[in-house]
């Protein structure tokens, strides 16, 4: 089974590249057709241009948050796409679009859900003191950073971390984490059962 990917990002992309890039080598069973961006430096667009995909920056500046969504999901739906995946992006996802995608939408996040969901997780986890940290990749549901867990990958801390440092160190674990996690959820069969995701092949 292949899937079709719709990627929605207000960032540097680096997490997109390394996606093409296991596209590209036959470990992905998948074929991203669209990068949708909210800013239109987002390095994603650049990367996207480097591997041929389609991509567009879309000006959220006098949109409702509903209007900007709509927007998106045209696009999505113009391109085929069946699985959206966030790749940073920075805005809240509209209830609607949450539901017109339901268990279809996969975010990464730099830390062990469910601690230190919001902004900026590295200096959470410096603040607290933890010996570990990570990155975790979810499904959207309609909180910030809270759907079932997908797949985790944890990271140490090191006593003279700097944010710099530490977040160097968890953004590397991403770059392999994302692509094995969606490759989990297209082949997994998955189904989510209360806060659970739980994969027919029993790959987690
Ligand atoms: C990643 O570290 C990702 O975990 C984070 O943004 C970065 C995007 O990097 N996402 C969030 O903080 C969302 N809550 P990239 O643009 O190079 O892929």
Same mark, same amino acid.
């Given at each position: ?21 296991? %596209?590209?080598?036959? $470990?992905?069973?998948?074929?991203? =057709? ?15 241009? #480097? /591997? ?13 948050? %509903? #209007? $900007? ?7 999505? #739906? ?37 601690? /230190?969901?919001?902004? @900026?997780? /590295?200096?959470?986890?410096? +603040?607290?003191?933890?010996?570990? !940290?990570? !990155? !975790?990749?979810?499904?959207? @549901?309609?909180?910030? @950073?809270?759907?079932?867990?997908? $797949? ?11 944010? %710099? ?8 674990? %991403?770059?392999?984490? $994302?692509?094995?996690?969606? =490759?989990? /959820?297209? #082949?997994?069969?998955? +189904?989510?059962?209360?806060? =659970?995701?739980?994969? +027919?092949?029993?790959?987690?």
């Amino acid at each position: 089974m292949t899937a079709t990917i719709g990627i929605i990002s207000s960032g540097r992309g680096e997490n997109l590249r390394y996606i093409l890039l296991a %596209e590209r080598d036959g $470990y992905l069973p998948a074929q991203v =057709k669209i990068v949708l961006a909210d800013q239109p430096d987002a390095g994603a667009l650049r990367i996207a241009q #480097e /591997f041929g995909v389609r991509h567009m920056y879309l000006d959220p500046a006098g949109r409702s948050r %509903e #209007e $900007y969504d709509q927007q998106l999901v045209s696009h999505l #739906e113009g391109a085929g796409v069946d699985l959206v995946v966030l790749t940073g992006y920075m805005r809240i996802l509209s209830p609607r679009f949450v539901r017109h995608y339901k268990n279809r939408i996969l975010n990464i996040h730099p830390a062990l859900l469910p601690s /230190f969901r919001g902004l @900026d997780a /590295f200096s959470q986890a410096l +603040e607290h003191g933890v010996m570990w !940290t990570g !990155t !975790t990749i979810h499904l959207v @549901d309609e909180d910030v @950073d809270h759907g079932p867990i997908i $797949y985790q990958m944890p990271v140490p801390v090191k006593r003279n971390d700097t944010h %710099e440092s530490l977040k160097a160190r968890i953004q590397r674990a %991403e770059y392999r984490a $994302y692509p094995r996690a969606i =490759k989990m /959820f297209i #082949e997994g069969n998955p +189904e989510v059962v209360g806060r =659970k995701i739980v994969f +027919e092949n029993g790959a987690k």
